[in-house]
């Protein structure tokens, strides 16, 4: 009997649960540091990415591309959710120096 190939099935579903991830680090992190939190979501993004090349197993190499992939996504929508702060759509941090 072929065994199935749950490959794609686990991509997917990391895929998915990470992007959920990201959505709670990106309104959590603008929260409390506001969108200077950008350079670090760049270096994890990086090395998360750059680790997906040297890495032998094709199924972490997939999931550490997907990790650099939605951190540096989350650079992007962490100043769209700055935004969303400014038009009052989220709540802002008062005890967050400016």
């Given at each position: 009997m072929n065994r199935l190939n749950?490959?794609?099935?686990?991509?997917?579903?990391v895929m998915l649960l990470l992007t959920g991830l990201g959505h709670i680090f990106v309104i959590k992190g603008e929260y409390y540091f506001g969108a200077k939190l950008w350079p670090l979501f760049l270096i994890f993004g990086l090395l998360s990415i750059t680790a997906s090349f040297f890495v032998r197993s094709d199924l972490l190499s997939g999931?550490?591309?997907?990790v650099g992939c939605i951190y540096l996504w989350s650079i992007h929508e962490l100043f769209?959710?700055?935004?969303?702060?400014?038009?009052?759509?989220?709540?802002?941090?008062?005890?967050r120096k400016i």
């Open positions: 749950v490959f794609g099935f686990v991509l997917g579903f999931i550490l591309g997907i769209r959710q700055k935004e969303r702060v400014r038009r009052g759509w989220f709540p802002e941090n008062p005890d």
